[in-house]
């Protein structure tokens, strides 16, 4: 026979909170990734990389320069595996400080920077010192 509502017994879990703190104060984020190093290891591959990086700012800022633009967009794309980090390129490479600026972006870790040929040259000077 079935139980009616009024004979029913309600069982629900009894929970009980030990720190009620943590229920009601707000946490502070984490702030920054790990310091995960890429190239831990191989000092080569970083050096290929570099040089990569390099070439591709100078050649940037060649064409640039050639075709006598002002201003033009670099398209950076970061690869998927440091997505997640906290060195990216927006804090400490293409900052408004050294002539960059954010326009747009095709999906995450996609980004479209305006640039100047100055800014391409000093951001190759700073890459070569680093």
């Known amino acids: ?4 509502p009024e004979t029913r017994e309600v069982r629900r879990p009894v929970q009980v909170f030990m720190d009620v703190d943590r229920l009601f104060t707000d946490r502070e984020p984490a702030k920054g990734g790990g310091g995960r190093d890429f190239f831990a290891g191989d000092d080569t591959g970083f ?3 570099k040089r990569a990086i390099r070439q591709k700012l100078s050649d940037v800022a060649a064409s640039m320069h050639r075709k006598h633009e002002a201003t033009d967009f670099v398209h950076v ?3 998927e595996k440091a997505l997640a980090k906290s060195h ?3 804090g400490a490479l293409f900052t408004a400080q050294n ?3 954010l326009v747009g972006g095709d999906s995450i870790g996609d980004m479209v920077f305006q640039a100047t040929p100055e800014a391409m040259t000093k951001l190759d000077q700073q890459v070569e010192a680093r």
């Open 88 to 90: 990216r390129p927006i």
């Open 77 to 79: 794309r970061m690869k």
């Open 99 to 101: 002539g960059f600026a």
């Open 47 to 49: 050096r290929r990389h």
């Open 1 to 4: 026979m079935a139980d009616s």
